[in-house]
């Protein structure tokens, strides 16, 4: 059985699905199939509600203050589990801080509205803006969908009217000038811009 959580430098991370709606250029998925203590990230089936509850009951959380849902996949593709896996989370470790790190194609994917019930279970949002417009979107990130850019930024909306805590994402991947312009857009949204180094 493959890994449904894994740390990673002193994170605790689930990796409840490998489905994904984009092909990112700089997906780690591309060139590895672990990280941090994981043995093995590819599910070789969708992880079953129950199996991510064992696993949770497997896990010894002592000392961490946050579980981020993130894996090698979009967690938002995996919507009733995640909802189910951040509610017994809730019930069963409270005073950890949950967050997802999604590319804000969630509401597209599962063709529906998900932020309000997200944020019931959910304490923090990163999505990933990738670029700053909806041209080189396309390029990064190669989405299932070509009004993909427009519903993120629509989604990042909507969170930020939800969630107390929201941020953006950029892999420097792009280059300065379209940070820059990133940053701008962030900016504009009022929400912070966080640059993660391509390595
Ligand atoms: S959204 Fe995340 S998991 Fe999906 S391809 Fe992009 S980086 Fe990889």
Redesign the pocket.
């Known amino acids: 059985m493959s890994d449904i959580i894994y740390t990673y430098k002193n994170n605790v991370y689930f990796n409840i699905t490998n489905r ?5 250029i ?4 591309n060139e590895k199939d672990t990280l941090g203590d994981a043995e093995e990230l590819w599910h070789n089936h969708e992880p079953s509600l129950q199996e991510i509850k064992h696993a949770i009951d497997q896990f010894d959380f002592t000392g961490y203050q946050e579980a981020i849902f993130c ?4 967690p938002t593709c995996a919507y009733v589990n995640l909802i189910e896996t951040a509610k017994y989370m809730k019930q069963k470790y409270p005073h950890i801080h949950l967050r997802i ?1 999604t ?1 804000g194609l969630g509401e597209l994917y599962n063709k529906r509205p998900i932020i309000d019930e997200m944020a019931e279970y959910i304490d923090a949002v990163s999505i ?1 803006l ?1 670029a700053p417009n909806a041209e080189r979107y396309q390029e990064v ?2 989405p299932s969908f070509e009004n993909a850019f427009h519903e993120m930024l629509n989604f990042a909306k909507k969170a930020k009217e939800t969630f107390s805590s929201v941020q953006f994402s950029v892999v420097s991947i792009i280059n300065e000038q379209e940070i820059t312009e990133s940053q701008q857009l962030a900016d504009k949204m009022g929400i912070p811009l966080k640059v993660r180094i391509y390595s």
């Open positions: 994904c709606t984009c092909r990112c700089f997906c780690i998925r894996g090698y996949g979009e790190n590319n990933s990738n990130t190669q």
